[in-house]
Structure formats: C-alpha cells, structure tokens
C-alpha cells in the first residue's frame, strides 16, 4: 500500500487547481490570499476522492476533474473562515491568511472561493446525466457544514451537550464533505442511485471514524500527530470521549469527587489546566469511554467498507479502500 | 407611478422568503441571525426585478420565485459580510448581525446564506431551457461582487485610483447584482440572448446610474436621505466626484493651494474633517464635477431604459421602467 497508487490522481488535482487558480488574478487584493491558501499544500482527500468515485462508476476522470477542484476550493474556503472563527494563527505551518494579511481579506477569499467553486462545478456537472444533483450535493454539502460549524460553536456555550449530539455535530462539520465528494464524482460518472448512496455511506462512515479516531489520538497520541496529547481537553473541545464519559460520571451514584470536579470544571471552564490531563485521561480509562471509543472506530471503519463493498470490484474502488486506509493509518 | 402596481411581487416575494427561511431553522445558533437579517425588512428590489425580468420575457413568475428569493439570499449575504469588513454597527436602522450576535455567528450566517441560495437557484433552474446558465449567472455574481467588494477595500489603501477604475469598481460591486437578478428571471423565463442581453444592460445601466446618484445626494442631499450630507468626503469613500475632482485638480496648473491641500489630505488621511466638506462641495462645482457627475447619471439612464426597449413592449416590460425610475426617484 503506498501513496504512488495515488500519484497520478494527486498529480491531476495539482494540475487542475493550478489552471484554475490561474483564471482568477485581479484584484491581487482578493486572490494573493487564494494563492497563498493552496500554496501552503494539503493532502487533497477529497478531490482525489471524487476522481476515484467518478472511476469507480464506470467514469471518466477527466470530466470530474473540474468539480474535484470545486470539491477543494470548498473545503478550503471552510478552512480560511473557521480559521478566523477560532483564531487560528497557523495552518499547515503558515501564518493563516487573516494573520498574513487581515480579517477582511480572509472573509472576502473565502467567499469568493465559493463562487469560483460554483463556477468549476458546473463545467463538470454539464456532462453528468443529472446535472442539478451535482448542484444539489454541492449546495447541500455547503449548508451542511455551516451547521456543523455552528453546533461545534454553538457547544461551547453549553454543558449539557450528549454524545449523540456530538455525532450529528462531527456528521455535519467532518463527514458531510467526504460525502459530498464521493457524491459528486459518483453523479458526474454517470452512477445509478444505489451507487451512489453506498458511495456516499462507505464517506460518511470513514469520515465519522477519521473522527473520532483523531479524537482518540488526541489523548493517547504522541507530538508526531502535531499535536500535544490532551490538547481537546486543554481547549474544552466536547468530543465523544469527553461527552460519554460525562455522562457516565454523572450517571454513577458512586462516582470519585475527583471525578465529578474534573466533569464540573471542564464544562463551566471550557477546558481544564494541562496539569489535568493525566487525570482526565485517566479517568477516560477507568470508565472505559477509551475503549468504546476504539470499537466504534473499528465498527465505523468496517461499516465503510461493507458500503463500499456494494460497488463490484475494480481498481478505482480498490483505490478508495486503499486511500481509507491510509487515512485511518494516518499516512496519508 | 406607485407601489401599488409592485405589491403583487412584493407580497410573493415576502411569501416566498417566508417559506424559505422556515425550511432552515436547526441550529438557531445559526439560523436566528439569518431570521433576523430578513425581519429587518429591505426594498427587495433584485427579487422583483427576477420576477419582472421573468415576465418581461413571457416567462411565468412563479417558477422564478424560487430564484428571486435566492437572489435576496445572496444579495443580503453580501450585507452581513460587508457590515463586519466596513464595522457597521446600524443596519435598517438595528444592531448588524455581528454587533448584537458576534462576529463567528455574523460570518457563519453569510456562508450558510450562499447555500440556502444555490438551492433555491435549482428550483428554479430546472425549469429553464439552459438550467446551467441560471447557475453560471449565479456564480458569477458572487464572483464579480467579492471582486468588487475587494476593490472598493482596496482603493482605500491609494491615493493614485483613477475614475475609470471606479467604474469598475461600481459595476461590480453594485451593478452586477442588479444584472445577475434580471439575468436570472430572464433565463428561467425562457429569454432568447439577445433579450437576456437588453436586460441585462438596462440593469448594470440602472446599477452604474443609480450609485453615482447616491454619491451626487450624499454632497447634494439632505438628512432625509439617511445620511448627513459628506459623508463620502469624511470617510474618505473614492467616489467618482472626488476622483475627477483630485485629476482635474492635478492637471490644473493654476489650482488654487487650498484645493490641491484638500484633495492630498484627503486621499493622505483617508477623508477629511467636518468642518472641511463646504469646501470640497465648492471645489467640486468650480471644476465643474458635480455637473458632470449629474449630466453622466442622466446619460446612463437614458442608455439603460433603450436597452430595455429592446425587449417588446408588454406590461412586465412596463413595470421594469417604473420600478427604475422609482429607484433613480428614491420612492422605493
């Protein structure tokens, strides 16, 4: 298994994103920051994803290579606003683009990313056989994710939020564009319905466990995540982990004041002191939310596949189980 | 001429909205400022232009509403961006979204906006002959207004802006939504190119005529008009008045020193004081702009309406005059 299987895919995507960045220079005022944006890299999951679900049909790749870079512009554009909306100084290494330049110009970008988006859409959405459904996956994936970044938002003014609250909120913000990219590749390749919808939930499940995995390894991961372990807990991030456990505390009548107190003070906090996080962590532990955590990636993950699965065999879709995979394993 | 003869668009417009707004409720955290946005009330002219446009053509206004009220969707989206970007704290006379919500909700609410947008622009769209050509109407509205918008922020940061560039400027930022509102109508109704042509010449005309009026009333008009007479010269807004003025000022090689000190000071401190706007008004009669400014408004005007004789007579036809002319009015 190795990303040169994928190059070819990566190099197209490369290619397009280019060409198309190309088309759009005046006002440098407004596309300096688009620029910037792409040339600070990304793995371009999802693009490729759509390349591969497009093939896996029965498709062309070629006529879906201009709503795969659409796919991309979209899930950039969520990048550069939600940057601002967290105060992220640093994406992939760089300064984000509100810090490089200014706030407005870091709105403005993302907006009109979407335009240009809408705009590569449909230079591929003229060749599927329903073109007004690749629109639809698009505007629905859009929406979508506005509501996935509202609840997230809209969670750390609440302590009362439930792991299946969490689930819809990480369905939306994470899994929605992974959907929509295999949906949109699988509509301009000319996919039946059923293709389709498994296309789409063999997505959707991958993106919920990409989740819920990088949560896990949030806790139990080392710096070569790019992260510092507990991190979620320091930022008062409501993850499953942190939700179920919750509610196991306070579900047990017997339960450790220790315990209660970290539960109390995460939530009217937003977040505990790192000198907490070993006992949060191992609190997680001692509840067995870890563990849960871990099997329901692993039935997530499986789910997928079994999905996917329902798409007969060939090498594009042998490619979309290898890209899968790659993700879970973080090697990608 | 009155409104009575509009009210019928209106109220199916406001219905329409309504029902609209009502299929997006979940999060409120997001969708309460949408709410909000639209309670606030507006002229809803791009909506009834769709409308009329539609018509004009022999097209039946309700298979455009849809479109019209994404016309609304996308036209406000434009507000509650711009509103942070320019810090407004009034709108329609209440707190802007960001101001009585916060800034997250206020950029989230625009974003969420453009996709509640797109899919309502498919209702509609599916009933045209050229549905992608309703969406890449769309799509490049969203484009040229972001370009706009980003030119109007960077005009602020020179002093070297030419009146041809406010031309620019203006079509984009303000005439292009206007354009994009009869385009749109005019394709769901079935318009040869020609006709989808006319109208949209009348309506970047009407656009382009219409915004250096409201500059011409901001040094000429009264309170009545919402604006305290030089405002542009205060806040240092690169209006074509005072971009003639400053080139003809330049070119003079007998200018007056007081005139060549106003038009440095204003470009180097982005606006002038209060006591300072009497005598740009009087610096901007002795070069003649003023004049200048007012025969150009009436000469876009004429220009705009024989583009819309182009089309046959017939009373949506009639409609499209006399919401024009209510507009250049200021009775709408």
New interface residues.
Partial sequence: MSTALLAPYLADVEGALHSALNE?T??A??YDPVQYLFEGGGKRIRPILTLLACESVGGDRSVALPAAVAVELLHN?TLV?DD??DSSDKRRGRDTVHVRWN??AA??A???M???A??LL?RS??HAPR??DV??A??????EV??G???D??FMERDDVTPEEYFTMIEKKTARLLEMSVAIGANVGGATNGRVQALRDFARLIGIAFQMQDDILDITGSEAFGKSPGGDIVEGKRTWLMLECARRVREDLNAQEVHTTLVASFFANNGLAREHVNAVISMMDTYGVTADATALVEKFTNDAFAHLHLVPQNPARDLLEVLAKMLMARSV
């Fill in positions: 759009f005046e006002p005022w407004l554009f606003h601002i909306m706030q407005n709105i403005l993302g907006d009109v979407m335009g240009m809408m705009r449909m959405a003229h073109p007004l629109i639809d698009f505007s629905t994936g859009l929406i506005c509501d970044q509202a609840l938002l809209a």
